[in-house]
Structure formats: C-alpha cells, structure tokens
RNA sequence: GCCGGCCUGGCGGAAUGGUAGACGCGCUAGACUCAAAAUCUAGUAAUAGAGAUAUUGUAAGGGUUCAAGUCCCUUGACCGGCACCA
C-alpha cells in the first residue's frame, strides 16, 4: 500500500514551491505548444467529475510535450462574470463578489490536488478590472469600428432573470439558466453584429481541425441560404414591399405575400381593415416564442385590405396578408408565398381558400405542396428551361434588368444580444448623452463596476445599476450624461481570455505582439461541447476582427479543438443531486487518491464518449497504481538487458506516445497494463525500461511516478522534464508470428512461422495443417490469396 | 421535418477491410490464511462436445469482397443540434 495522502500533498507542493510548471513565455528555442482548458466559471459547487476529466486529458499532454522538449504554455483562470455566477451567489443568498472570490479558492484549491500542472503565475480571472479592461476595450473598438450597436430591435425578454438573452442561451424558448419563459419584445438594445461575420465564419471552419458534429453545428446556427431579394410595387402606393426567397424561379406560383407581423406596412393608412389588423397583430404580440413556434398549431392570419402587390413579370395582382408563421428577424421579414411548391404557404392558402398554381410538375397539389424538382408550367420565359438552377440564375437575371429584384444571401445568425440588466458583468463603457452616445476613452478604462448592496436584477427590465445614482449621472466637458448601466454577457469575457494568458500582467496592450505572434493559435482546445455556438461562435468572431484589425496575427483562435463526453451517474444518466448519483472529486481523491482517479477517468472509454461512473472501475485503477508501485519495490531492477522485454517494451512505448498524442488514454492505459503484467511474468526489469515506464506513467499519474523516480529510481530532481522515451520501430514486431489459415474464409488453422516467409512456402505450410488438409479433401482449389505476414486463404468448390 | 452521431459479452470497452471481444471490472475454481481482506494462479461470448473441434455471433435486413464490427443501401432504437428560416 502507497500512502497516497502523503506523497500526493508532498509533490504538489514540491511543484508549487519550486514553480515546476511556469512557462517562460520569451524563450523561443523551443517548439511551442498552447494547450487551453475551456475555463471554469466558479460556482460553489466545486470542481465535478467532468471537469476532472478534460482537465486530466490536457494534463497528460501538457505533460508529455514538455518531456519531448517543447516550451507548452498550459494555464488556467476563471470565467467569473455572468449569470450562472450571479444566479449562485443569489441562490445561495451571496454577494457575487466576494462569493466568487471565495469560490475560485476552492476550485484552485481543487486543481492543485487534482495534481494539474498549470503554470499559476498566469492566471486571469474575467471579473478583475486588470482582465476586463480590456473586455471593454474590444467593445469600444467594435463599436467604433460599427460592430457594436444600440438598436431598436426584437430581443429575448425573460421576466424572471429581469434582463435580456443572447439566442444561445434560450433552449426551446426557455432560459439556459433556470428555465424561465422568455418573449420577443422589441427595446433599445446593445447588440454586436454577427452576421456581418457570417460568411468568414462559415469559410473558416474548413481549414479548423475540429469535431465534424461541432462544424455543423455552427453551419447550422449560421443557415446561410442563397436566393434572391424580389421587390413589389403595391398599387396605389409608393412603398415597395421586399422579400426575400430561395425559389425565385417559383414565382408565378406566387398568389399572395405574407408579411410579419411587425412588418412596418401593417401600420399603413390605406389598410382598410385596420381594426381587425391591429386586433390581430395584438394577439400575436401577446404570444410567447415558444406558442408563436409551436408547429402543431393552425395558421392564423389576416389579409390586408384596401393594398394588393403586382408581380413585377405578368403585372397580376397579389394579395397581401399578415400571420406570424413570417419571422420578422429573418430575410426581410415578407415572403411571396408559392403554396403549390411550399407546405406552410399550401396550408396557409388552403385554411383561407386562396389560389394555388402549380409551377413545377410533379407532384398532385390537390393532396400537398410538391417541393421537389420538375419541370416548369404555366412560368412564362421558364417553360423551356429544364432545370432549378437554370430556372433561378434566368429569373433573377431577368429581375435584374427590371430592377425589381437581385441576387441575395440570408443567415440565420442574428446579431449578438449583447447587453444584461443584471450586476454581475462588466460594465458597458458607454455614455448617453443627450444628443448621442460616446464610448470611454482609453484612459477612462476599465471602468470599474461600482459596489452595491442589493444587487438583485429588477423586473421592470432596469438594471441594478441604475440604483448607482452617483455613479451613473456624470458630467463630461460641461454635457450632462447618463452612463449606459447595462453591463456585458457572461461571454464576453470568454470571448477573448485566451490572448490574455500569454501577457496577463500587461499594461499597455492585450498582450505583447512578439508572443502573440509566436503563441497564437491555441494548438489544442479541450472543452465540453455546449459551448458550440455560443462561446466557441463568439471568440471566433472577436478572433477574426481583432485580426482583422492587425492586434491579432492569426483569423482563428483554436486549430485543434476536441470535446471530452460527459461523465454520467452510475445508473447511466446524468449526475444530479435530484437523482442522486453525483460523485465529487473531493471524496475520491481522499479515499483513492489523484492518480486513481485520473487514471480511472482516462481509462473508463474514449475521452469523446459519455461513460457512465462506476465505482469499481475507481477501485480497480487504484489497483493498478499499487501493483506497479508493489513491483518497483519487489522486482528487480538491474543494468542489464532482457531479451524477453524487449518488445513488449518497444510496443509500449510505441503506442502510450502514439495514443497520448490522439488523446487515446484508455488504449494507453491497457498498453501499460500489458507492460506490467509482462514484466511481473517475467520477475525481472532493465533498469532502462524501469526508468522509461515511469515516464510514460507519468502524464497520467504525476505524484506515485514522481516518488518513484526520486525514492526508488534515486533521482534527485523532479521527473518533469526528463528525456520522453524512444522507441525502436524494428524491435516492436517479433521475429516469429501466427499465420492464419482460413478455407473460403472461415479460420481451420494457425501455426507459427517466421517473419517474411514466401508466399509458396506459406501456401505449402498451409496446406500440410491437418485441419486444412481434411477441408480440402476432394474438394477443388479456385483461388488461393496471401497476405504475407498475416494470413492464406483458400477458396475452394 | 432537416442536419450530425451512435448501436460489439453480465458491465466499461478493444479491433490500418485480414484471428471479434485486447485491457479492465465482475463472476467461477484453486493457492496463501485459523478465517477474512489483500495478493497470486487458472478459467470466463453462446450452443454442442471430456477434448480436438464444429456451428452461431458486433441493432435488423440486403449488397460489394477471397475476406465485413469495419465499405455501400434500406429499416429500427437511442443521443445531440436546428426547427414556420421562406
């Protein structure tokens, strides 16, 4: 039995005291290697099992790659504004401030036992002024820069959170945080415009070795569409209604226009049913997102009077009608509806008896709408055109020349909700003054968040902050103005963090060119993945325009990004403590120790996989902590060689440095396991090998392999930077291997012959194994196939 | 509805198109022990057989191939993302 409370406390200390792990972020002899935990936000809960795990994975390389010579930057800090820190400290009846303080204690308290190599004199937390400065300074250049923008538009409301959401933190029309209804509202709003990114964004991702699932995820998110903007004259009017369509080819099917709701032509004085209009656009107005949405529900809608579109090709009239299936936030907020070739618009025309064409022919559109390919009918110019794409570039050629319509893309990507009426967040350095709106200077930066009392978010849509009388009333040059006392999303921090890490302390800028250009991108991102569109969208986007303003010397901030799954209860669904199944880092480090619980989380399954937590699995990797341990003390380890070893020593190394590099700890793992139970077989150990399978032991398991090397090994200084191992390709494979005979493909014999055999003399042994033989046996041979070193097979009839 | 992923023993999982189940857990038997734990040894996909061996077997069905867990098609279950996006 190791005592692992002992020598665990011993080399954490050791590696804090003699700042082990600190990066010299100016030496450039060496490669470079960044490799970047998605920071915690520091809830009172403390680390949970998860964190361990991509926390450990990241370890493990960091470690390694500093063994192989690289100079690896490997820091941590904390995510520690935003709700989710806000709403804990309210929940447990807490001021954020000090609460989080108090919190990021623990979690570092935490970390350090969990034996993480981070080099601690780089850590940055989002929340201190010295860091959010220069959140706040991004801000002020995007919104000189036109990025940033106050606007009247519809926003996510969440009455109980008492301020406004981004899109990605609404899941189904509830809040991320909580689960509160949330409703479209239309206010005066801090926003950052995304979808000016859209395309980059979207390019990008090709040249970014991430997951696919995560590329798609934000292609998704983006729903970038391409078709064509056609503009309408309405009679009588000099307005023009515009909409936007990816079937402009369909549009002598068109036989009405629907507009949003909020459409701004829903207001104009020529309806001549403007009573039931504005009944109408109150009722939706009233709805939430989620019943607005609601797919199962009737379509609902009213047409306007007294105003009808002309199709700018054949001059036929159109009616105009209003219903809420029309989004407002998307494409221009109008559609020209096709009900023959588009299900909603089929169903809208059928609930209130309006005509429908068929342009394409195909499908019966007495039943539904035909949405897939045909040819065209009753289209005019188009009935000779014999595809899609042809039919769509001809019209929007010919909507050209009439100047009624041009080519155009949509996204689905909005603008980034970028303002909260709540505390705990940076404050947004902007002053309203009477006539305008100014940002701070550089100078005035950071503007510090003042301290209050009650914190607590209002309902009436006001920010906290507005109790800061003093603080918000300020007079500039002789102009009255009013501080903006919005403050920024829990994002925005996030946004950027990773620069600061290479330059934390810095003054003057966000971090020194020269690192920048030497650190930049991340190498590896190791994070869960429910930050797919919201962070890891947001940090891009901040990426790509720092880049383009020269700050930044690469567009994409992560090269490699990799997502470990989630660990679940042991009953196989997630830990909870409704359900009871949580285990916490604390206990298990305690009773089993940190290098049983890292290994234990590396071998559970592949680092991508959800796995299930099982407390014997724990156990059993403490087991094989105590037999290697067990085997330094009673094998022998002498200076000599050991022929027997040799592979499997060769093998082991070969594939712990291969899969540490894969991130493929589990197969690693059972590769030293291998080792083990070989040498233990084998009851004697080179010292050389002894030495090495410490340090391919080590990334996982750093405390048991330091105490070895230094206790038993009689090294006097810390493994950490010792020599990685090398193998020997040529001494992985043995001289002898088992061929395998198989008769039409089902296996009737092995035996073992040396390597590169010929392949006749193959063929001959093959055929001499008695159960070959008696398969072959009156039978003919049609074909035989050889794979040298592996396997013969004999197709027979 | 659209997009992506996944499905292998009792369990976690392993397998560059070439021996399915490595490694570990659990279980069974044995050694050590007064006994237990720990440790060590052997066994452990299913069926039949004392055994050699044979047959079946990677969600279901089909296909390509000398050879398929792996490639292709169809279907199903589960997980994740988006969703009245025109």
Redesign the pocket.
Known sequence: ?YNHNRIEKKWQQYWLENETFKTDVWDFSKPKFYILDMFPYPSGDGLHTGHIEGYTASDALSRMKRMQGYNVLHPMGWDAFGLPAEQYAIKTGNHPDKFTLQNIQVFKRQLIEAGFSYDWSKEVSTSDPSFYKWTQWIFKNLYLDGLAKYADMPVNWCEELGTVLA??E???GKSERGGYPVVRKNLKQWVIDMPKYADRLLDNLDDLEW???TK??Q???I?K?V?AKISFDVKGIEEKIT?????PDTIFGATFL?L?PEHDLTKHELIKNKKEVSEYLEITQTKS?LE????S????GIKLEGLVAINPFNGKEIPIWI????????????????PAH????Y??AKKFDIEIIEVIKGGDIAIEAYEKDGQYVNSDFLNSVDNKKDGIELTINKLEELKKGEKAV???LREWIFARQRYWGEPVPAIHFEDKIEVLDDSELPLVLPELEDYKPSQKGQSPLEKAKDWVNIEKDGRKGRRETSTMPGSAGSSWYFLRYLDPKNENEIADKKLMEHWLPVDLYLGG??H??GHLLYSRMWNNYLYDKGIVPVKEPFKKLFHQ?MILGAN?E?MSKSKGNVVSPDELIQTYGADSLRIYEM????LE????W?D??A???R??L??VY?LYQTIKIEDKPNNNLERVYHQTVMKVTN?YNEL?F??A??????F??AV??EGHLPLEYAESFIKLLNPLAPHITEEIWTKILKHNHTIAYEAWPSYDEIKTVSDT??M?V?V???????IDVSMNTSKEEMENLAKEIP?VKS?LEGKQI??I?I?PN??V?I?IK
């Open positions: 039995m899109n990605d609404i899941i189904n997951p696919t699932s798609e995820i292609k998704n998110w729903g569409s078709g909409v936007f369509t990816t079937r629907v949003a997102e607005r949405t609601e797919l529900k009737e379509k609902t219903s809420d299936y029309v989004l407002i936030s998307y494409g221009t907020g109008a559609i020209m509806a096709v588009d299900q909603r618009d169903e809208f949509s996204y689905k993945d429910e797919a569109v799954g196989g997630k071998f559970m399954g592949p996989s959800d796995k299930p099982s014997t699995g156990e059993a990797s087991k094989f105590e037999r067990r899969d493929k589990n197969t793992i059972s590769q030293m396991m291998i083990v139970n233990y077989k291997y088992e395998v198989q039409n493909g089902k296996i009737r014999g092995k159960n398969n049609v074909k196939i794979v592996k396997l097979n197709v």
